[in-house]
């Protein structure tokens, strides 16, 4: 019996790693032209990322983080992600995020002279990446 093929799977923000090596079978990356799905034997490749939702399948259980932009390297296997923030969805305070995701459409519709509008619409991205995985988490109760 041949062993399935898998691939290697770093996640690693400036705070800190979430994972090393981790093997995985399936790779979903928030690129910046939209997702895009990495599988063993991928051809070597790097990828801007958007603030989004990665995916990953490892054996029957999917795992879903909120990353904040950055990239990632494919390659010989290995999926590297070097993230600017990246959070497990099960880590996600989804009535936090909500209020954050209403405090900066606030924010943004007020459209108060000093405001910084570049912040403003980062902060709303981000909520909205974090609202949206908390969502994932509770459709797919067989994540971890």
Do not use: C, N
């Not at 895009?36 to 051809?43: F, K, T």
């Not at 939702?53 to 932009?69: D, I, N, Q």
């Not at 570049?118 to 991205?125: D, G, I, R, V, Y």
């Amino acid at each position: 019996m041949t062993k399935k093929k898998r691939l290697l799977m770093d996640i690693v923000t400036p705070e800190k790693p979430f994972l090393q090596d981790r093997e995985v079978d399936f790779v979903v990356l928030p690129a910046e032209k939209g997702e895009m799905g990495v599988l063993p034997g991928h051809a070597p490749f790097a990828v801007q990322l958007r603030p989004g939702v990665l995916r990953y399948r490892e054996g029957s259980v999917e795992e879903t983080f909120a990353v904040m932009g950055g990239f990632a390297e494919i390659y010989k296997d290995k999926v590297s992600v070097f993230a600017e923030s990246a959070e497990l969805a099960r880590e996600v305070d989804e009535e936090r995020a909500r209020q954050e995701y209403a405090s900066a459409k606030a924010a943004l519709s007020a459209h108060a002279p000093d405001m910084d509008m570049e912040s403003a619409q980062a902060s709303l991205k981000k909520a909205a990446v974090r609202l949206k995985v908390a969502e994932l988490r509770r459709k797919r109760p067989g994540q971890k």
